[in-house]
């Protein structure tokens, strides 16, 4: 009869290789975890952007306004909504428009993923395609204007701008001044 030592079995030992069931159990419960910590912030960092980009949008007319009214040159604020382009210009004495001539007003004002919905004026109505144009006289904004932009997961933001000066940011898509 053959006999072994304690703790040695004399049938032969399994290989080495692969995963142990309770193994794989452990990882798969840690990624899952890991998810679930971690994709809630992705969702709100991306609202985070959106609400940025309102933001800067706003001060960014509030600034062209000011300075439209300080340096008694015309400007123009330029929306191609469905894209993510704005772009600030000058007009210039010969009636053509060209660099605001600040790099802060070059930079682009939205971020990655944020576009412009549409944009809303009582004498140019709705625009939702192609470009709007915004207008800022020696006298600062020439009309109220409704922009609303749109981020990942069709979030929305409104930006209302009023010829007194103040620009206002809300939540959500709104029509209406409240």
């Given at each position: ?98 660099s605001p001539g600040e790099s802060f ?74």
């Amino acid at each position: 009869m053959p006999t072994s030592r304690a703790g040695t079995s004399s049938s032969r030992r399994p290989s080495p290789r692969g995963f142990t069931l309770m193994e794989l159990l452990v990882v798969i419960a840690l990624l899952s975890l890991v998810a679930v910590m971690v994709l809630p912030k992705l969702t709100v960092s991306q609202t985070m952007e959106l609400n940025r980009s309102a933001r800067q949008l706003a001060a960014t007319i509030r600034y062209v306004q000011d300075r439209s009214i300080t340096s008694k040159t015309p400007h123009r604020m330029r929306l191609e909504p469905g894209t993510g382009t704005v772009r600030v210009t000058r007009v210039l004495s010969d009636g053509s428009e060209g660099s605001p001539g600040e790099s802060f007003l070059e930079r682009p004002l939205l971020a990655e993923g944020v576009t412009v919905a549409d944009v809303s004026t009582p004498r140019g109505g709705k625009v939702v395609s192609g470009e709007a144009v915004v207008r800022f006289d020696m006298a600062g904004l020439g009309d109220f204007t409704v922009i609303h932009l749109k981020g990942e997961r069709d979030t929305a933001m409104t930006v209302m701008a009023y010829p007194s000066g103040k620009v206002t940011v809300a939540d959500g898509y709104v029509e209406e001044p409240q």
